[in-house]
Each structure stands twice: as structure tokens, then as C-alpha cells.
């Protein structure tokens, strides 16, 4: 078992910027692969970055690749969205979550943990 809470979001004015934190627990957060996801209202569940067990490998979907960053620590079991020059369109709920698949992990169905996910909204 692997307990995820996300936390971050908030309300930003286009341009603006956040960094969201996944805290994680129950498991060695070194031996997965975590990626975060966001919905936005009425839309599917879509994927947004992943980053590899050392953190030397990431994966961006082509919507936030140049704006947002994946990090982690592995020492604070915890895993890092930092997202710049937010547009609306950024609004939605972001989610983290863990994967031991194949790599890159960019599919719903290859992330085994979830959080409860956190709101960003971005006012334009």
C-alpha cells in the first residue's frame, strides 16, 4: 500500500506560477516511478509528467513541456510539480501517483496508487 497526499494548488492569475508536493508513505519511494495526472471538469483523466526511480530521467506531455518540472527527493518521499507561465487552461484538479510499469508510465491504467488530488485554477 502506498498513501499519496497532494498539496499546492490554489488560485493564479495566468502567467503566473505554483509547485505542487506529493507526499508519499507506506512503501520504498525510491523502487516506483511517480507521474501526475489532471482533469478538468467534464474531461478525462490526462497525463502530465512522469519522472524515473533516481530522478534523473523525466516525461512531459507536449501541453506543459518548457513549463512545468518534475522533481523528486527520494530522502523526503515526496515528488514535485513546478509549474511556470500557467494558462487557464492549466485549470483542473492535478493528481500524483505511482507506477512500477514499464517506462515511461503515461497511461492511467499503469499507475497503481493515487492521491486525492489537489484544485489549481488559473484566472485569466
Known amino acids: 500500500q502506498v498513501q499519496l497526499v497532494e498539496s499546492g494548488g490554489g488560485l493564479v492569475q495566468a502567467g503566473g506560477s505554483l509547485r505542487l508536493s506529493c507526499a508519499a508513505s507506506?512503501?520504498?519511494?525510491?523502487?516506483?516511478?511517480p507521474g501526475w495526472f489532471r482533469q478538468a471538469p467534464g474531461k478525462e483523466r490526462d497525463f502530465v509528467a512522469t519522472?524515473?526511480?533516481?530522478?534523473?530521467?523525466?516525461y512531459y506531455a507536449d501541453s506543459v513541456k518548457g513549463r512545468f518540472t518534475i522533481s523528486r527527493d527520494n530522502a523526503k518521499n515526496t515528488v514535485y510539480l513546478q509549474m511556470n507561465s500557467l494558462e487557464p487552461e492549466d485549470t483542473a484538479v492535478y493528481y500524483c501517483a505511482t507506477s512500477t510499469g514499464r517506462w515511461p508510465p503515461r497511461r492511467r491504467s499503469e499507475y497503481d496508487y493515487w492521491g486525492q488530488g489537489t484544485q489549481v485554477t488559473v484566472s485569466s
Open positions: 519522472i524515473s526511480r533516481s530522478g534523473g530521467v523525466t
Open positions: 507506506g512503501r520504498t519511494f525510491s523502487n516506483v516511478n
